[in-house]
């Protein structure tokens, strides 16, 4: 291990100490003054909801942070503030604001500025300016965790056990784990107002109940494959704090189908008892196929029964907003779309939002392209089209040995994603 390992390892095991100490003498501090990493080292098992105090550094503790590196726990052990019981195998320091100051000095001021704890003893310390309140904010709420919506499922299971057939018919993923963020997206001045009501009724939902206006979060996204129904979705996951429950009804009407408006049933029970959650329903108009084209009275029950699930849901009374998806609304029928209380359309991109979604795209990458010129030569291309180009035209430089994204590299993705166009489209013999 190099120099630059070792220290990079004795800093992140100090990170430990420090935060043990200022948590176990700081009561106001909770579960969310926790980075993610400590929060999982700290609490007691899975099923733990709170950290109990005092926390105590064990020499275990430390060798899953270094990866049972012994050569970064003895050179934590020479650091003049760190004390180890060798009795108790238990890690202490001697003088915290003094180890703080070593820690800050050392390289830990980044780390600072993402751990709330820290953030809140060290913030103001010596000049460094970090507001712990802005440090908090950012970090992950552990509302927003797997565990903490592995804990909720859990709970529900125990209470019952039918529910326990409609979680394999659905993948629920908790906020946290969700890599599309809002601020990935772009978005339309409608998709903008829609999510600004969303957050509003939620912000007031005991007002609107309070006069009885509960019609408010049941979305129908329309629009052409790729143009981000499911990456909207996604997002407001993240940007909502609410797991998200994905459905697809092809899925859960292909199970036995004597089974279907059971399954239904028990997927919206699901929902209301993780409330809040977003129920985002993909393929919704797998519903106006099987109203139009099967004569079998199961199927048709099934469907009625999502139909009466959709009117009996709500954002405002049980928690949850729904959202349904499709890429085909000319067939859906007037008995789909007025249980919805808004129609929210994802179109193609125009030249300015293709330009704007490529820089977007290569934001972090090191790109000599004309943006604006691939802009106008992809009329026709949905996000997913033009993430894709941004992706060939990386894989093509990495392949010449380049990190540089040139217009050639560039050039070429837009050719074969075009052609990918065509022959999809069967355009192209």
Known sequence: MSSADSRDDVIRLMEVLLTAEVFNRTPRLDLDDLS??????FLAGPEASEVKRPVLVTEGLLKRVAGQSDDSIKSLQKNPF???DTLNLQYHLTDLQAAAGWFVGHGGRDRVEKNPALAFFIGGYDSLGIDYGSVREKNPRFADSRIALDQRIAKVLAQDEAIKEAMELVIISAPAEIEQQMIGLVCSHDQKEMIARIRTAIDNRDFLREHNISEVGKLLFVGPPGTGKTSLALALSGDLGMPLLEVRLSMVTSQYLGETSKNIDRIFD???HLSPC??????FDFVAKSRISDDH????????MLLKNIDKIS????GVLLIGATNHPQLLDEAAWRRFDEVVE????????????LKKFTLSLECTCDLAGVASRSAGFSGADLRMTIKEAVISALMDGRKV??????DAALEAVSNRGLIRNGSRG
């Open 36 to 41: 993610p990493q400590h929060r999982s080292l």
């Open 82 to 84: 760190v004390d180890f």
């Open 270 to 272: 699901l929902a209301k």
């Open 278 to 283: 977003i129920l985002f329903i993909d393929e």
């Open 297 to 304: 009275g199961a199927m048709k029950r099934a469907v009625n």
């Open 315 to 318: 954002l405002i009374k049980n």
């Open 346 to 357: 994802f179109v193609l991109p125009d030249e300015a939002m293709r330009e704007t979604i």
């Open 405 to 410: 994204v040139s217009q050639e590299d560039i």
